[in-house]
């Protein structure tokens, strides 16, 4: 029927598989849907079309990045049938072409109604979103979604929008007004009784304190989430929580109880089978060996994180890795291999059109030039306390 409505010139294909309508037929059937039919026989048709996207953007960020404390969706409306994504790779080339338009639904769910489309769909972009740099369309759909969660009175809905909203303002360098958010979600998820979302709060409200250099505080609120995961008894919540706690101390320079808690949090992964925490608190170690020195155990630690997130097919946390793997490598004075992981990061976060790119461009410049005049001796680049949102912290879970 597309390709009918193609070689008529009503409909276009742009690219292959993507049709759209020119703008003055676009007008039209609006015209033709609002003199043809019920209010709602439109009603009806919106509920599947948003049913189709959410329940396809939650399968998407369910492959990006299974969440711990996963939200239950209402079954889809007859006739709705969600995309079936084969896996990582496949759930990204999905929102990379679907964006705009998931980005459309979210605001045509908060302006008819479906508030609790609204708020899932935001929730279900936040990863995606987060990887691809794109801070402020993250920050507008989280707002549209409070918006109508507050409409509707949904005190969950306005619990995972303020997360949202402060993830996006604490990625752009608004710390306070994003653990302002984090306190409004954690109070509305303790009233819920939720202690994972709860947690979920505590774990983002760390991470602001860490990109601050807040380390003392980023650690508080690893601990209080992992009060909180003990008392869900969320076994995945707590190796989450510990591995924070853990690169939090090794960054304190409390070496040995940093590496304590990382290798906890390594063996509930393991026995836990749950390979992207594994991979999270394997990068997490090498951090805590390239600062003790141990820059040997350090590379091995990065080349098993690495091996793992490339068997998952997570191709924005290697770009991570292979920096982290870089920076070894230029302390061990192996700027050979230090340049090729640096290059390979730059190719996977160019691909991904990440602002990250830019960070690794320089940082192969200086590399070309050679070790700063003033550098102490077998000093390399050690990553600051400045993560993206599923970068070394991958781990936490329901972040």
Same mark, same amino acid.
């Given at each position: 029927?597309?390709?009918?409505?193609?070689?008529?010139? =009503?409909?276009?294909?742009?690219?292959?598989?993507?049709?759209?309508?020119?703008?003055?037929?676009?007008?039209?059937?609006?015209?033709?849907?609002?003199?043809?039919?019920?209010?709602?026989?439109?009603?009806?048709?919106?509920?599947?079309?948003?049913?189709?996207?959410?329940?396809?953007?939650?399968?998407?960020?369910?492959?990006?990045?299974?969440?711990? %404390?996963?939200?239950?969706?209402?079954?889809?409306? !007859?006739?709705?049938?969600?995309?079936?994504?084969?896996?990582?790779?496949?759930?990204?080339?999905?929102?990379?072409?679907?964006? !705009?338009?998931?980005?459309?639904?979210?605001?045509?769910?908060?302006?008819?109604?479906?508030?609790?489309?609204?708020?899932?769909?935001?929730?279900?972009?936040?990863?995606?979103?987060?990887?691809?740099?794109?801070?402020?369309?993250?920050?507008?759909?989280?707002?549209?979604?409070?918006?109508?969660?507050?409409?509707?009175?949904?005190?969950?809905?306005?619990?995972?929008?303020?997360?949202?909203?402060?993830?996006?303002?604490?990625?752009?360098?608004?710390?306070?007004?994003?653990?302002?958010?984090?306190?409004?979600?954690?109070?509305?998820?303790?009233?819920?009784?939720?202690?994972? @979302?709860?947690?979920?709060?505590?774990?983002?409200?760390?991470?602001?304190?860490?990109?601050?250099?807040?380390?003392?505080?980023?650690?508080?609120?690893?601990?209080?989430?992992?009060?909180?995961?003990?008392?869900?008894?969320?076994?995945?919540?707590?190796?989450?929580?510990? %591995? %924070? =706690?853990?690169?939090?101390?090794?960054? +304190?320079?409390?070496?040995?109880? @940093?590496?304590?808690?990382?290798?906890?949090?390594?063996?509930?992964?393991?026995?836990?089978?749950?390979?992207?925490?594994?991979?999270?608190? +394997?990068?997490?170690?090498?951090?805590?060996?390239?600062?003790?020195?141990?820059?040997?155990?350090?590379?091995?630690?990065?080349?098993?994180?690495?091996?793992?997130?490339?068997?998952?097919?997570?191709?924005?946390?290697?770009?991570?890795?292979?920096?982290?793997?870089?920076?070894?490598?230029?302390?061990?004075?192996?700027?050979?291999?230090? @340049?090729?992981?640096?290059?390979?990061?730059?190719?996977?976060?160019?691909?991904?059109?990440?602002? %990250?790119?830019?960070?690794?461009?320089?940082?192969?410049?200086?590399?070309?030039?050679? !070790?700063?005049?003033?550098?102490?001796?077998?000093?390399?680049?050690?990553?600051?306390?400045?993560?993206?949102?599923?970068?070394?912290?991958?781990?936490?879970?329901?972040?």
């Amino acid at each position: 029927m597309l390709g009918e409505l193609t070689r008529l010139h =009503i409909a276009a294909e742009p690219a292959a598989g993507r049709f759209g309508l020119h703008d003055l037929l676009r007008a039209y059937a609006l015209e033709r849907a609002e003199a043809d039919e019920t209010a709602a026989e439109r009603h009806a048709a919106a509920h599947r079309v948003l049913d189709y996207y959410l329940h396809t953007a939650h399968a998407m960020s369910r492959a990006l990045s299974p969440p711990r %404390n996963a939200i239950t969706l209402a079954p889809p409306q !007859p006739g709705a049938l969600r995309e079936e994504l084969g896996g990582y790779r496949q759930a990204w080339s999905w929102a990379e072409a679907e964006c !705009p338009v998931l980005l459309a639904m979210v605001a045509l769910a908060a302006d008819t109604g479906f508030a609790r489309h609204a708020w899932q769909l935001a929730r279900a972009l936040d990863t995606f979103l987060s990887r691809r740099g794109r801070w402020p369309e993250l920050a507008h759909v989280q707002r549209l979604a409070l918006g109508a969660a507050h409409q509707a009175g949904d005190l969950a809905g306005q619990a995972h929008a303020h997360c949202g909203i402060g993830w996006a303002c604490v990625s752009q360098g608004s710390y306070d007004d994003g653990r302002t958010h984090f306190r409004e979600a954690a109070e509305l998820f303790r009233q819920l009784g939720d202690k994972p @979302g709860e947690a979920r709060a505590c774990v983002r409200a760390g991470q602001a304190f860490w990109r601050e250099g807040r380390l003392r505080e980023a650690c508080r609120s690893a601990e209080r989430a992992l009060e909180l995961y003990r008392a869900s008894g969320d076994r995945v919540g707590q190796a989450g929580a510990l %591995n %924070n =706690i853990g690169l939090y101390h090794l960054r +304190l320079g409390a070496y040995e109880r @940093g590496l304590d808690c990382c290798r906890q949090a390594l063996a509930a992964f393991r026995e836990l089978g749950e390979h992207r925490g594994e991979a999270s608190t +394997l990068d997490s170690l090498g951090d805590g060996y390239h600062r003790l020195g141990r820059t040997g155990d350090a590379i091995a630690c990065y080349e098993e994180s690495l091996a793992a997130f490339r068997e998952l097919g997570d191709r924005y946390n290697q770009a991570e890795i292979l920096t982290h793997l870089a920076a070894a490598y230029q302390t061990s004075g192996d700027g050979h291999h230090a @340049g090729d992981c640096l290059e390979e990061a730059l190719a996977i976060l160019t691909e991904l059109q990440h602002r %990250n790119a830019a960070e690794v461009r320089a940082r192969l410049a200086d590399l070309a030039a050679g !070790p700063p005049r003033h550098a102490a001796p077998g000093v390399g680049w050690l990553p600051s306390p400045k993560p993206e949102p599923a970068g070394r912290s991958a781990a936490r879970p329901g972040s």
